[in-house]
């Protein structure tokens, strides 16, 4: 049955506060009712030993059993005196003095001297001690009753002390206004601090009821494990707490088991790698891109408040052919821009010399172009074997022509199709040989040499050009995004070219630094560890 058909309050805030007050309620009640059933006994249990102690200093008194073995049972006896001394004395209800018959040799009421007892004494008169609650002449009482013993120690009597039961119901009434001011005391406490915590449930909660919480969860974990995104959710101390269904597929886990992962430290989840690094937090940055098996992924980690992180995962692979596709089209876009002019040329001359009737020279002229572009197309091919990467280079070596600056392959060059982002290292490229190009311009021997090496896993990438260089304390502050010697294009801005190779070398683990050229000008590297599959 739901709180609203009850006629409960459905926020989540007023059911903990009213919760928490029935708890507090129910706690002060059971703690009262437990203190108050063992008071009467324990009240019961004093007056009864108080009681005894009365008796046993009177029966202590020599003069009492003196005067019991002396004198007869009348109102002015000596016996009558001293009792009633102790009685005025200590408080009690009654102190009664008899001898072995059982007859009244003391009491409070005068006449009742020389009259049997009302109660049994013969557990006294036997020389035994006895507390007890019993109704008496006098009403209702705690009694202690004693033997009285001669000087010779021979029994002679009993000493019965009485104190009124009012007295012990008063002390048990008199405690329970201070027990109930410290209940409601309690009671108060408890009340205020649910209705804090109440307050603190309610912003932390957003008023929400529960059944909207419970909703919200379930749309959580369903939305977790439905996006195409990798999530990845750590505690403080480095545990998963949480890895979805894309994240699973895309690190390589067992994918039909994602939960079986929650509670284990990273480190043990995933091999030591830089996929590792970016997820722990030991490699920080935005966008960071690792390697995971087949896979590119591009990753973020946001802290949480609690000390944790989430991270994200996307497959850069799936981009890959779009990537592909634009560049290339971007690398024939320039080609063709630049052999524009020279091509319009060339048609010029062959016109001519067809209309001038040089026909064989007319073939030897066309032989000659297509040999030149065909000849830079296999060199190119031969050393870089990654089609997107090679297609870019023979674009900007038709580019580098038209300028005349000689673009040409270091001997160590040979970089298998095994790049893991080839668009990244496009871009890179792409960046590096136009600045070369733009360096080496008006120069008398302009040159731009390209070097691209494997080592393992890792890319090794060289620039190298026939320009002024760079000066040694300048090296740094060219890679600042928006440094430029150079006038800005009308179309776009300039200083973003190395900014952005930096930054995509650095995403990648890698580095980019310059440097200077072994005949003089510039030089750049790039390093980028794990760029081959």
Same mark, same amino acid.
């Not at 999530?231 to 994918?255: K, Q």
């Not at 937090?281 to 802290?303: E, I």
């Given at each position: ?176 206004? /201070? &027990?109930?001011?410290?209940?409601? $005391? =309690?009671? @108060?406490?408890?009340? *205020?601090?649910?209705? !804090?915590?109440?307050? #603190? ?50 690190? /390589? &886990?067992?994918?039909?088991?994602? $939960? =079986?992962? @929650?509670?284990?430290? *990273?480190?043990?989840? !995933?091999?030591?790698? #830089? ?259």
């Amino acid at each position: 049955m739901s709180a609203r058909r009850l006629g409960l309050p459905r926020r989540a805030v007023s059911q903990i506060l009213l919760t928490q007050l029935a708890i507090a309620a129910g706690v002060v009640v059971l703690a009262t009712g437990l203190f108050l059933a063992p008071l009467g006994a324990q009240l019961d249990d004093q007056a009864m030993r108080r009681a005894l102690a009365i008796a046993q200093s009177a029966a202590a008194d020599p003069a009492i059993a003196a005067g019991l073995l002396d004198s007869e049972a009348s109102a002015d006896s000596p016996v009558q005196a001293s009792a009633e001394r102790i009685r005025r004395a200590t408080g009690a209800e009654y102190v009664v003095v008899l001898d072995l018959d059982g007859i009244r040799r003391s009491h409070p009421s005068p006449d009742r001297i020389g009259l049997p007892v009302s109660t049994d004494p013969g557990d006294a008169l036997a020389g035994r001690e006895v507390m007890e609650i019993d109704e008496g002449t006098l009403g209702r009482s705690a009694r202690g009753k004693v033997p009285l013993l001669a000087a010779d120690g021979e029994i002679v009597g009993a000493v019965s002390v009485g104190i009124a039961y009012d007295s012990v119901r008063d002390r048990l009434l008199g405690a329970v206004p /201070g &027990l109930l001011a410290y209940a409601g $005391g =309690a009671l @108060a406490a408890g009340a *205020l601090a649910a209705y !804090l915590l109440s307050r #603190r449930i309610h912003r932390q909660t957003r008023d929400l009821a529960f059944s909207d919480i419970a909703g919200l969860l379930a749309e959580r974990e369903a939305m977790l494990h439905s996006i195409r995104e990798g999530v990845i959710a750590l505690a403080p101390d480095g545990r998963v707490r949480l890895v979805n269904d894309e994240a699973a597929r895309l690190l /390589g &886990l067992a994918p039909d088991s994602p $939960g =079986a992962f @929650a509670g284990r430290p *990273l480190d043990d989840v !995933l091999t030591a790698g #830089r996929t590792a690094d970016v997820l722990s937090g030991r490699v920080t940055g935005r966008d960071l891109l690792t390697v995971q098996g087949p896979r590119v992924l591009v990753a973020n980690r946001m802290p949480t408040a609690d000390g944790g992180a989430v991270a994200t995962l996307r497959d850069r692979t799936e981009l890959e052919h779009l990537s592909r596709e634009l560049d290339s089209t971007r690398g024939l876009i320039d080609a063709l821009r630049a052999q524009d002019h020279e091509h319009a040329n060339r048609l010029h001359t062959l016109l001519g010399l067809l209309e001038l009737g040089l026909h064989e020279e007319a073939v030897e002229f066309v032989t000659e172009v297509v040999g030149v572009h065909r000849t830079t197309a296999e060199q190119v091919t031969e050393k870089v074997h990654d089609p997107l990467l090679a297609a870019l280079l023979v674009g900007k070596a038709t580019v580098a022509a038209e300028r005349g600056i000689p673009l040409r392959l270091a001997a160590a060059t040979l970089l298998p199709d095994r790049l893991a982002d080839p668009g990244g290292l496009v871009t890179i490229v792409g960046n590096l040989v136009d600045n070369a190009l733009d360096a080496a311009a008006g120069g008398a021997a302009p040159w731009v040499e390209v070097e691209l090496r494997a080592e393992g896993r890792t890319a090794v990438l060289r620039v190298r050009d026939s320009g002024p260089g760079i000066p040694a304390g300048r090296r740094e502050e060219i890679f600042t995004e928006g440094w430029s010697t150079k006038q800005p294009r009308a179309h776009r801005e300039r200083g973003l070219g190395l900014a952005l190779v930096r930054r995509l070398a650095e995403r990648q683990g890698g580095s980019a630094r310059a440097g200077e050229a072994a005949d003089g000008g510039a030089e750049f590297s790039v390093v980028l560890p794990e760029a081959l599959r």
